[in-house]
């Protein structure tokens, strides 16, 4: 079930791109952030309310609801106005290909932060992550 899930964030993650950038024409980025943000959290919030799961929130940890607002700020806010700033002025393909190094991002500071242990596996994709940029480039 995790392969299909992926396989899922995969498929919107490659397209929704092309409606941002579209979206964007004659939009500011901010302006453009912000009503998708709006949406999915309304989206979310009903959900939430209609699933009866709007009352766990009571029972989160103040630590865990901080950690949350630290990733949001960065990957929600943070990273997608960079992302929808850089999505309005370039190229789709080659903002796409940029953001699509996080993962190398990501191995580095899950080795130095989170003490992860460094697989062959992780080496060689994020090497041919980098490569893969460069010869685009």
């Not at 899930?5 to 498929?11: D, Q």
């Not at 009571?58 to 630590?63: H, W």
């Amino acid at each position: 079930m995790v392969y299909i899930f992926a396989f899922i964030g995969m498929l919107c993650w490659g397209v929704s791109p092309l409606f941002a950038k579209m979206g964007l024409r004659n939009m500011n980025p901010l302006l453009g952030l912000s009503i998708r943000t709006f949406f999915t959290a309304s989206v979310l919030f009903f959900w939430m309310l209609v699933s009866g799961k709007a009352a766990e929130i009571a029972s989160i940890p103040p630590k865990t609801i901080i950690l949350l607002v630290v990733e949001a700020m960065l990957a929600t806010l943070i990273g997608d106005l960079a992302y929808f700033a850089a999505l309005k002025q370039g190229s789709a393909s080659i903002v796409m290909l940029i953001m699509a190094c996080s993962p190398v991002v990501t191995i580095i500071c899950s080795i130095l932060f989170l003490h992860e242990t460094l697989t062959l596996t992780n080496l060689i994709g994020g090497c041919l992550v980098i490569v893969g940029l460069i010869l685009v480039i």
